[in-house]
């Protein structure tokens, strides 16, 4: 691209454009307008069976989603007429999710989309700047979308390429415990409902979270509150529901191995982020203290940010997020890496539709995959509407328990533009909430 | 597609390698072909995988993990699940008309660094075949380290390993590169001071030197030296590299390829990634290991290097070529691409029985 083209591209590009603006100016610096396409093309004997021709974002903004997250997608275009697609969803950061896409696409704008390794490796290490939720969350949705194509060029889903599916039954997931009955109604009763509606649906897990938010000591009451509504919780749902409990990194060491050394009874299936995740080491002092399984990993970005935990046998559960972590390529290799530890893997998805169904097709394929998140309640609410509105089939909904596995090739889904259309995305948004303690200080959320 | 039968068969070479081939055919006339070790009595290799094997029978080889679980849960041994995973790949790859680099998510590279396996012999013989090695198209080396007998393990012995490669290099050139393989033999005292001697020479990695010790005592040669080791061709599970890495104690991952198959290797592969630590899988074995290596070699992105054993013999390199239509033959030091489906190989029936060990 000389710099009459890159002015075109520019002035009257469409979504492309901005990442070979993008491009080129780095390789400007080099004295190279356009070499770099050729420097990532691998040297094949023969020509590739199909090329990437347009890389396209689609921000989705709907009421019925969380204010923080409206739905990033990655579409990649081939000249096959092949398109794949892919999820970049980062909560408080769309737009920079979405204009980070539009960075990497120089990685594989003309370049073979079934070498989705050579190009992960690409995009992680010609960022130069490594790691991070943004670099992580559009390598997340280009991986995703590349993988997707890979699938439908071979005719197979992507389980299948992994060398699943472990259980023809699906993948096993949980639910939030989402209120069925008025807000108002006492915790008792509305886990007493949630329960009836789970065993007539076959769910056998859900997650919830303590309530209100934590100092780093915390007082007799708050602690108590925690622990209170967990025994009601146990008690009401019985023995045959799996539940697992997510502190958020609303505490801090001290203050979850209180609440974790009095729950042991309860044998909940973790507790999830019982502490921030910055800090292995204080991850470590509350999981060498207590017999509850501890897990955490939705923040972490790529195998490499997951190498400690692992190494130092500091969690029983990893929760990476196929759309944060480095896509299906990455996720992938966090299991690996946990399997020989004797991690299970419980992969976190709170996002869109699209990085939901790309993470089972990784669990399908994982020996020691235990339990696949979505943040939905029991019963279908707007999001559902909106997923079966964009995707034309009710994504992420159990059956008995276990999350179908799609059949078609590729990620087996067909997102529908029309649908996107209807739902034009309306700016980035802030963390779905901001808390703060009585004083005024700083809360985590 | 089903699995619906299983042939193993023990293959010699004129020289006297052995290996077993097996062929796994489906109902759908796609036949996979896949390669593991003859050890010291073939026939007993080959009755063990007559004994499992037949458990696939009836199992979808598209699905190489579940296949890999049903396996291990009947009690199969490595071989056996390491042939099924190589041959449930290969038919993949020529189901979807995509070689098996494609399948595991490459190609990360068009071409695949060689490493010649050299054999024992005296320093004019090790010369020869470096030299025979080089004129087919090898630049990088392995060769066995020979121990004395322990009273002989003095200066002498580190002084002659050491000339005995720096002659090499001069025959060679300054372009080659060499693995010095000592087989586990040395103690690990004695390996770090024949990688001491070895620094400045800058060998690609000196292999397994010392045995299947505590990974703290493996460990214990890296933390006295800059010369890189390589260790793995006998660990059956990818925790064993994991406890190595952990210690700090290995640069290069030697998982055996004829124990591991593909997918291990692979997930080994991504363990070692966050280590900064390559991987080249080890194989001594025939043309269908080297090719299944080259292919999983071709989709890792921290793979250093496919080593496949280099014979002096015309007549073996020969078979080899006739069993799986390969010559073997890398281009100044790389191995181009196998790109057809599966394995990229065209293994010959006829060759297989021509050189299949009698009973």
Redesign the interface.
């Known amino acids: 691209m000389n710099r009459r083209d890159l002015l075109k591209a520019s002035l009257f590009g469409a979504a492309a454009a901005p990442a070979f603006a993008q491009g080129a100016r780095q390789s400007s610096a080099l004295g190279c307008e356009d070499c770099f396409v050729k420097e990532i093309a691998?040297?094949?004997?023969?020509a590739p069976r199909l090329r990437v021709t347009g890389v396209k974002t689609f921000g989705v903004t709907s009421d019925v989603l969380p204010r923080d997250r409206p739905h990033v997608f990655v579409k990649v275009e081939t000249d096959a007429g092949v398109v794949g697609w892919g999820e970049a969803t980062l909560e408080g950061k769309a737009a920079a999710a979405m204009q980070a896409v539009h960075d990497l696409s120089y990685a594989i704008m003309g370049q073979d989309p079934?070498?989705?390794?050579?190009h992960?490796?690409s995009m992680y290490i010609h960022a130069f700047y490594r790691s991070g939720p943004v670099l992580g969350s559009a390598i997340s949705g280009i991986d995703q979308a590349l993988w997707d194509i890979?699938g439908k060029v071979?005719?197979?889903p992507v389980h299948?390429?992994?060398?699943?599916?472990?259980d023809d039954r699906g993948v096993r997931g949980y639910y939030h415990l989402r209120p069925v009955l008025p807000r108002e109604a006492p915790y008792r009763e509305q886990v007493a409902a949630i329960r009836e509606r789970a065993e007539k649906f076959g769910v056998t897990a859900f997650k919830t979270g303590i309530p209100g938010y934590y100092e780093w000591i915390d007082t007799h009451a708050r602690i108590k509150e925690a622990i209170e509504r967990l025994c009601i919780l146990r008690e009401v749902m019985g023995d045959q529901i799996d539940i697992g409990v997510d502190f958020h990194a609303k505490t801090s060491p001290a203050v979850a191995l209180q609440i974790c050394r009095e729950v042991e009874d309860l044998n909940l299936m973790f507790v999830e982020e019982p502490c921030p995740p910055e800090n292995v080491k204080a991850m470590k002092r509350i999981s060498d203290r207590t017999t509850v399984p501890i897990a955490t990993g939705e923040r972490l970005i790529t195998?490499?940010g997951?190498?400690e935990l692992?190494?130092g046998k500091v969690v029983d559960i990893l929760q990476p997020d196929v759309n944060h972590v480095g896509g299906i390529?990455a996720l992938?290799?966090v299991g690996?890496?946990a399997?020989?530890?004797g991690v299970m893997m419980a992969p976190h998805a709170c996002e869109g539709p699209v990085g939901a169904v790309a993470s089972t097709h990784v669990d399908a394929?994982m020996?020691n995959f235990l339990v696949q998140e979505i943040c939905s309640g029991v019963e279908p609410d707007g999001k559902d509407k909106l997923w079966e509105e964009l995707l034309g089939y009710p994504a992420m909904r159990m059956v008995g328990g276990y999350y179908p596995l799609p059949t078609k090739p590729g990620l087996g889904i067909e997102v529908d533009e029309r649908a996107l259309a209807r739902h034009p995305f309306g700016g980035t948004k802030p963390f779905v909430s901001l808390p703060v303690h009585e004083d005024g200080s700083i809360a985590s959320p | 597609m089903k699995i619906a039968g299983v042939a193993p068969r023990a293959i010699a070479e004129p020289g006297g390698r052995r290996y077993v081939v097996v062929r796994v055919d489906t109902d759908e006339g796609v036949s996979g072909y896949a390669e593991t070790e003859a050890g010291p009595a073939p026939q007993l290799a080959v009755d063990q995988l007559k004994r499992e094997l037949p458990a696939l029978v009836g199992m979808n080889p598209?699905?190489?993990?579940?296949v890999?679980?049903d396996l291990r849960r009947s009690g199969a041994s490595l071989a056996s699940r390491a042939v099924a995973n190589v041959a449930c790949l290969d038919i993949?790859g020529k189901a979807?008309k995509?070689s098996v680099y494609?399948?595991?998510?490459?190609?990360?590279?068009?071409k695949v660094r060689a490493l010649a396996v050299l054999g024992p012999g005296s320093d004019a013989e090790l010369r020869e075949n470096v030299l025979a090695a080089r004129r087919e198209g090898h630049r990088a080396f392995s060769v066995p380290l020979t121990m004395p007998s322990g009273m002989e393990r003095g200066r002498r012995f580190y002084t002659g390993v050491r000339a005995t490669l720096d002659s090499l290099r001069d025959a060679a050139g300054e372009e080659c590169d060499f693995v010095l393989d000592c087989g586990g033999r040395p103690s690990p005292g004695e390996a770090r001071s024949i990688a001491d001697r070895m620094e400045g020479f800058h060998l690609l990695w000196m292999d397994e030197p010392c045995g299947e010790l505590s990974a703290f005592a493996q460990a214990s040669i890296s933390k006295g030296s800059a010369t890189p080791v390589g260790y793995g061709r006998g660990f059956a599970?990818?925790?064993r590299?994991?406890d190595l890495?952990?210690e700090d104690g290995v640069d290069v991952l030697r998982p055996a390829l004829a124990i591991h198959g593909l997918?291990s290797v692979?997930?080994?592969a991504?363990?070692a990634?966050?280590?900064y630590v390559a991987v080249a899988p080890f194989h001594r074995g025939g043309p269908i290991g080297a090719a299944a290596g080259i292919q999983l070699c071709a989709?890792?992105?921290n793979s250093f290097v496919q080593e496949t054993p280099f014979s002096a013999r015309l007549a073996d390199r020969q078979v080899r070529a006739a069993i799986s239509g390969w010559d073997e033959k890398p281009v100044d030091g790389f191995f181009?691409?196998l790109?057809r489906p599966g394995l990229g190989l065209d293994v010959d029936e006829r060759a297989l029985e021509a050189h299949t060990v009698a009973r």
Request: glycine fraction near 8%.
């Open positions: 691998l040297a094949m004997p023969s079934m070498q989705v390794e050579h992960w490796q890979r071979l005719g197979r299948e390429l992994l060398g699943g599916p472990l195998h490499y997951c190498r692992i190494e390529s992938w290799k690996a890496m399997e020989a530890s394929a020996p | 598209a699905r190489a993990v579940r890999d679980e993949l979807t995509a494609e399948i595991l998510g490459g190609p990360t590279r068009h599970e990818n925790a590299f994991q890495l952990r997918t692979r997930k080994a991504a363990i990634e966050t280590y989709a890792l992105p181009p691409l790109g």
